[in-house]
């Protein structure tokens, strides 16, 4: 029997942004039968730091329930991960000075970032 794909998604704080995509993921995957074990942790993140209320609250209005408290980003992440999705530019240049590049490492990119690099 193989094992479950491993999914973590990385921002800088570990408050906001990936806590709700780990969540949504995961419950997404439950729903449709999907194997994966899916976490999320920051680069710079301050552990033990409850998810921003304000997103939770949110998410809770699409019934994607956040439980959650932040955790720094270590080594063994990195080596559990199948698929690393960094939540901005900043977050993956971090990942990208700790990793050895087995990992892929995903950016995902903002409407505004795209459009900066697309020019005038």
Avoid: K
């Avoid at 921002?11 to 995509?21: D, F, K, Q």
């Avoid at 552990?47 to 063994?76: D, T, W, Y």
């Amino acid at each position: 029997m193989s094992r479950p794909v491993h999914i973590l998604f990385v921002c800088i704080g570990n408050i906001t942004r990936s806590p709700t995509a780990e969540a949504a993921l995961r419950q997404a995957a439950s729903r449709v039968g999907l194997d994966l074990e899916v976490r999320s942790a920051g680069v710079a993140a301050r552990p033990g730091q409850p998810p921003n209320a304000r997103m939770a609250a949110l998410a809770a209005e699409r019934e994607i329930n956040i439980q959650h408290a932040a955790r720094q980003v270590g080594q063994s992440d990195l080596e559990w991960a199948d698929r690393i999705l960094a939540m901005d530019r900043y977050t993956r240049d971090r990942l990208l000075e700790m990793s050895d590049y087995s990992t892929p490492i995903i950016e995902y990119a903002t409407e505004a970032e795209l459009a900066q690099d697309a020019g005038p």
